[in-house]
């Protein structure tokens, strides 16, 4: 709207200006107003890219953080609430003393893992593996989030901490084990765990290419 107005009132100054230099603009100063007129057509322009520049920028300024607010919507969905009830099926039964490992898989991907409890450190090793499936169809990353809830004795959400690999966008994954390894702090009253996931995956051959594919694991209700 701003722009519009400053637009608007540099084009109705010309006009007057070359109205009124016209009526007082003899034969003999024709060239001159020539001239002027020329001079001011350039800044006139100068002027308009100027601000076409300024509409451009607050339009992507717009744009990202539409971008900010689909992004933050995602990772509020990725992240239970506090309270957050688990379905039985996803509850991990914690195990004390020593080294535990266990192994939890989904049909998208494959975790193996270990944990231990050293004070109040709670150590956590996996490899992570993709199912075949997804990395023989789409194999350029967009994004992966894993998380980890900590539940009270009813499967409560206690708190969760992002556990996600480093897997660079837009990178091609292999079948190969991505690791993970983490050192946290177990809540108090934390008994189990739960794991959720959320990816968007883009292929890279010629019939999959610039297809996508998404997958998630949400077991909270």
């Known amino acids: 709207m701003v722009n519009m107005l400053i637009t608007q009132v540099v084009q109705r100054f010309f006009i007057y200006y070359f109205k009124t230099s016209v009526f007082q603009t003899n034969c003999g100063e024709r060239d001159s107003f020539s001239k002027t007129r020329k001079q001011f057509l350039r800044y006139y322009k100068v002027i308009d890219i100027m601000i076409t520049h300024r509409v451009m920028a607050k339009v992507l300024l717009i744009l990202l953080w539409l971008c900010v607010l689909c992004l933050s919507g ?107 390894r983490k050192s946290l702090v177990r809540p108090v009253g934390a008994n189990s765990i739960a794991f959720n996931y959320y990816g968007d995956f883009r292929g890279n051959d010629r019939e999959t290419r610039g297809d996508g594919w998404s997958i998630f694991y949400f077991p909270f209700d």
């Open 74 to 180: 995602c990772a509020n969905f990725l992240t239970p609430e506090i309270g957050a009830i688990a379905r039985q099926e996803a509850r991990i039964d914690l195990v004390e003393g020593g080294v535990q490992d266990a192994v939890w898989d989904t049909r998208d991907l494959e975790l193996t893992y270990s944990y231990s409890e050293s004070g109040n450190a709670f150590n956590l090793f996996g490899k992570l593996v993709f199912d075949r499936s997804l990395t023989d169809s789409f194999r350029v990353n967009g994004r992966f989030s894993l998380k980890m809830s900590f539940l009270d004795d009813e499967g409560r959400v206690l708190e969760t901490v992002d556990i996600s690999p480093l897997i660079s966008s837009f990178n091609e994954l292999s079948n190969q084990d991505i690791k993970i």
